[in-house]
């Protein structure tokens, strides 16, 4: 089969590499879309945060969106047949100790992170996967969304985390594909109001486009004053970080209500957020944490997607074979895009 793999820093190719073979718990699948994320950029490029701490290790096939085909199925695996269509999670847990019982299994010091930590993923033509992490989606739902369930599991994982109701003004802090279907997921939830803050005019568009009640341009706009009109005098209820700019995450939490909710869900790289007032967050009693990966919600977001109640195709803006990996790459660290997936 062919597989893109990455050696290094800056050093990728498509190469020939055995089809995987799967144990008794394990499906193998023909992968048929996998999407570009800022990770896999990020470990291309040698700066993402795992590697560089030294949590992961070179070589390593990326790719953790995808959608594929059931092959073969091992014999201890029931629940999948042929032919389904089926999407893999993202953090693979030991299943034995104390946080994964707890179902905390994206924190389990045992786990594998696909395309990332210590498993390989799909940028391949094939994948081996364990059933218990594997969820089947209907074969209606488009390759290209089927694929960004788990970016929409992420986006999920941060709107349950900040308890969106259709009580709350919600501005988002980021225009990509997260802060993108973080619109979308909150849409979902009935928000009452969503902004999103973002720098890139074609991102501000989507955002328009996907239902954004106001969008502000961080690069032209007074942020606050533009938060504030659209909430008639008063700030957002929650606020949402999804860009992994230090200064973003710092107006996330200075132009929240007194009493909001702020969850941040990008990675910083290392960088340190500027001009930040701990006074600011006690005084006015602002809830701050952050949201990890997409554990033990998956059923629930195939079933939004299923539902066309969050179509994650919409925001998808390239579609490449897998032997133009590095033109989508490129796309993807440019930002001359939104979502590129890999199709196979």
């Not at 993402?48 to 949590?55: A, H, S």
């Not at 081996?128 to 599991?153: M, Q």
Request: glycine share 10%; hydrophobic share 45%; charged share 20%.
């Amino acid at each position: 089969m062919k597989r893109i793999r990455v050696e290094g820093p800056n050093q990728v190719a498509l190469e020939d590499a055995d089809t995987p073979q799967i144990g008794p718990e394990d499906v193998l699948i023909r992968v048929r879309a996998t999407g570009i994320c800022g990770s896999d950029v990020a470990i291309v490029h040698g700066h993402m945060p795992y590697f560089t701490r030294g949590l992961a290790h070179y070589p390593v096939t990326p790719g953790h969106e995808w959608v594929g085909e059931v092959v073969a199925v091992g014999d201890a695996v029931a629940g999948f047949d042929e032919g389904d269509h089926v999407v893999g999670e993202c953090s693979v847990g030991c299943m034995a100790c104390d946080r994964c019982l707890a179902g905390n299994y994206h924190h389990c010091e045992h786990r594998t992170e696909t395309g990332i930590l210590n498993r390989d993923g799909a940028f391949a033509e094939y994948i081996g996967f364990p059933s218990l992490f594997l969820h089947r989606i209907d074969k209606a739902v488009d390759l290209k969304a089927a694929a960004l369930v788990e970016p929409t599991a992420v986006a999920f994982n941060g709107v349950k985390a900040a308890d969106i109701s259709p009580r709350d003004y919600l501005a988002i802090h980021g225009d990509g594909p997260i802060g993108l279907l973080i619109l979308m997921v909150a849409k979902a939830f009935g928000a009452k109001k969503v902004a999103v803050v973002g720098a890139t005019p074609s991102r501000l568009a989507m955002a328009d486009k996907l239902g954004a009640d106001i969008v502000i341009d961080a690069t032209k706009d007074d942020v606050p004053a533009a938060l504030a009109s659209a909430g008639d005098g008063a700030l957002p209820d929650v606020a949402m970080e999804a860009s992994g700019v230090p200064a973003a995450a710092t107006m996330a939490i200075n132009t929240v209500s007194p009493g909001g909710r702020v969850v941040v869900q990008g990675l910083f790289d290392g960088r340190a957020m500027p001009d930040f007032d701990m006074d600011h967050v006690v005084i006015n009693e602002i809830a701050m944490r952050g949201a990890l990966g997409s554990p033990n919600i998956w059923p629930d977001v195939i079933a939004l997607i299923e539902a066309g109640r969050v179509d994650p195709a919409a925001i998808v803006t390239h579609a490449l074979p897998l032997d133009q990996f590095e033109a989508g790459l490129e796309t993807a660290s440019n930002r001359d895009g939104i979502k590129v997936v890999v199709t196979q």
